[in-house]
């Protein structure tokens, strides 16, 4: 079982649409969680941390489920920047290292 | 945002041959740097964890002798492939992190290694 599995996609939606990942993690002692956006050919990008209470930065919105294992992104009105990949990343260890999913790819459309 | 440079952005080389990749945090110092690598169409997996004035910690599978890493300064980590192959061909990705209490990792642009 891989330790951060995500739904890989590819989401395909129109402009203005919602839009919603998963993910779950395995290691039930991870200590932060993080989603990240990368386009294509480049560098992963910090989108947002995600805290057990939730948080929301504009249209996007982060849940973590810690009993579950369970983490979210929500994104609300889609524009055709968001099309890129997003990563569930998890922190644990004692180097706090970071574990990536394989990410979901989104395409907006217009 | 803390900026971290990699160099060079593509390498094109003869399969036998070493390479060296550097990774450098411009405006802070880095304690710890961390070494990925992605294969196309997968996610980033952790090669090795290089801590300054220290032996890298490898990740499981990963071959210490063939990726040398050396983290000589507080803003500079080196990593060689070593007597490279064309299934070492891949985009390679070092972070750094602003210290031990911090979880954020600032990401470098990645090196694009293709071997022939």
């Known amino acids: 079982r891989k330790e951060v599995e995500q739904d890989p996609g590819p989401f395909n939606v129109p402009e203005g649409a919602t839009v919603a990942f998963n993910c779950t993690y395995s290691?039930?002692?991870?200590?932060?969680f993080f989603w990240y956006r990368q386009d294509c050919r480049k560098e992963p990008k910090l989108l947002m941390s995600?805290?057990?209470s939730g948080n929301e930065d504009g249209r996007f919105t982060a849940q973590l489920n810690r009993a579950s294992q369970y983490i979210s992104l929500l994104i609300r009105d889609s524009k055709l920047s968001d099309s890129a990949t997003y990563l569930c990343?998890?922190?644990?260890?004692?180097?706090?290292?970071?574990?990536f999913g394989s990410g979901t790819q989104l395409t907006v459309l217009p | 945002g803390a900026v971290v440079s990699q160099h060079p952005s593509r390498v094109i080389c003869k399969s036998g041959t070493s390479v060296k990749i550097e990774c450098r945090s411009l405006?802070?110092?880095?304690?710890?740097m961390f070494w990925y690598r992605q294969f196309p169409k997968q996610s980033l997996m952790l090669m090795a964890t290089?801590?300054?004035?220290?032996?890298?910690?490898?990740e499981q599978g990963v071959e210490k002798d063939k990726f040398l890493i050396n983290h000589a300064s507080l803003t500079l980590s080196t990593l060689t492939v070593t007597s490279a192959h064309p299934e070492d061909s891949s985009f390679y990705i070092c972070?750094?992190?602003?210290?031990?209490?911090?979880?954020?990792?600032?990401f470098g642009p990645g090196t694009r290694l293709t071997v022939l």
């Open positions: 972070s750094a992190r602003l210290g031990a209490l911090y979880n954020e990792q600032f």
């Open positions: 290691n039930s002692a991870s200590q932060s």
């Open positions: 995600v805290y057990s």
């Open positions: 990343v998890v922190s644990s260890g004692s180097a706090r290292q970071l574990t």
């Open positions: 405006d802070f110092q880095a304690t710890t």
């Open positions: 290089s801590n300054e004035g220290s032996k890298a910690t490898y």
